[in-house]
């Protein structure tokens, strides 16, 4: 598994931490998802799961740390700006104390398909996973997480089906991978964890 290895060109600039009151939605809802293992870490240690919210200024956003999934809690230093993004080149740049996440591209091409979209929230969750894999639009199996192909991939999902009434969406070729996204962070995270809640009632009855 190379889950959490960055596969693009990162200029990370690092910088001082994003004011608390910036990320404080950020935290609460990574802590939701983190209690339900949403988020959280395998046990080689290897962290999974990331969450984003749209910054004020055009065309950027906040973003959960690379590795950060096997923190019980994020403070302000576990959080990145990405400030540019540039998908067909595969680079990306960023700033704050911690690189941003290895699937921030995934992020970016969101925010900038959907200027409606206010957050992003990328979980695992292999049940989960394979319960959506034919009920919701999903990327194709040759698409890996982080790169250019995956960024394609998700852009044409967003033309071409209903992913943006369905805002979720899983990832063929990332095992466990699932993306939902929402106007707000509260409605990203709540997409999810009602579909979650579906999979889990069907899964015990």
């Known amino acids: 598994m190379d889950e959490g290895y960055i596969k ?6 690092l910088g001082p931490p994003l004011p608390a009151e910036i990320i404080a ?11 339900r293992k949403l988020i959280g870490a395998y046990p080689d240690g290897i962290g999974y799961g990331n969450i984003s919210q749209r910054y004020p200024e ?13 923190f019980a809690e994020l403070g302000v230093q576990h959080y990145s700006r990405v400030t540019h993004v540039d998908w067909p080149n595969n680079t990306l740049d960023c700033t704050g104390p911690i690189i941003a996440s290895s699937e921030s591209m ?26 959506l894999l034919t009920r919701v639009p999903a990327t194709p199996v040759e ?5 250019p192909e995956m960024a394609a991939a998700i852009i044409h999902l967003l033309a071409n089906t209903d992913l943006p009434q369905q805002r979720l969406f899983a990832m063929a070729g990332h095992r466990e ?11 990203a995270t709540g997409v999810l964890l009602e579909t979650w809640q579906q999979f889990r009632a069907k899964s015990a009855g």
Do not use: M
């Not at 935290?27 to 939701?32: F, G, I, L, M, N």
């Not at 991978?177 to 409605?187: H, N």
């Open 143 to 147: 698409a890996t997480y982080g790169s």
């Open 58 to 70: 055009p065309d950027q956003f906040v973003i959960s740390g690379s590795a950060t999934g096997n």
């Open 106 to 131: 995934s992020h970016a091409v969101i925010y900038a398909t959907c200027p409606w979209v206010g957050g992003v929230v990328h979980v695992h969750h292999l049940g989960l996973w394979e319960y």
């Open 8 to 13: 693009f060109k990162a200029h990370w600039t």
């Open 25 to 35: 939605e950020l935290q609460h809802w990574r802590q939701e998802l983190y209690q």
């Open 177 to 187: 991978g699932i993306f939902s996204f929402g106007a707000t962070l509260a409605e």
